[in-house]
């Protein structure tokens, strides 16, 4: 069973950055991570995938992310890294790590999740 562990969050102003990180455990094979991803949940709404990328380094984005949110992994260390910057007020919600096995889970939720992580913008 995969374990995600987020970390990272917190109260940033509007237009400041922020790095989440994300360490998945409990896998013996990295099949079970191929793909791991971002997503987002803001009060009152669903939950949307940030941006995403596979073992190989294919990656998606939402569009509200790209240009101002880069993802990245270390394979060895089985993490995944999301670089925020201009941070808006609307990026606020928790942020929930996610992987899967596919690479269709480039796009679509793979099965395991994190705990979330706040990430609150505010002046």
């Known amino acids: 069973q995969v374990q995600l562990v987020e970390s990272g969050g917190g109260l940033v102003r509007p237009g400041g950055s922020l790095r989440l990180s994300c360490v998945a455990s409990?896998?013996?094979?990295?099949?079970?991570?191929?793909?791991m991803a971002w997503y987002r949940q803001a009060p009152g709404k669903q939950r949307e995938l940030v941006a995403a990328?596979?073992?190989?380094?294919?990656?998606n984005f939402a569009d509200s992310a790209k240009g101002r949110f880069t993802i990245s992994r270390w394979r060895a260390k089985n993490t995944v890294y999301l670089q925020m910057t201009s941070l808006r007020p609307e990026d606020a919600a928790v942020y929930y790590c996610n992987a899967g096995p596919e690479p269709g889970n480039l796009y679509r939720p793979g099965p395991y999740w994190g705990q979330g992580t706040q990430v609150t913008v505010s002046s």
């Open positions: 990328i596979t073992t190989f380094e294919s990656t």
């Open positions: 409990g896998t013996e094979t990295k099949t079970d991570i191929y793909t």
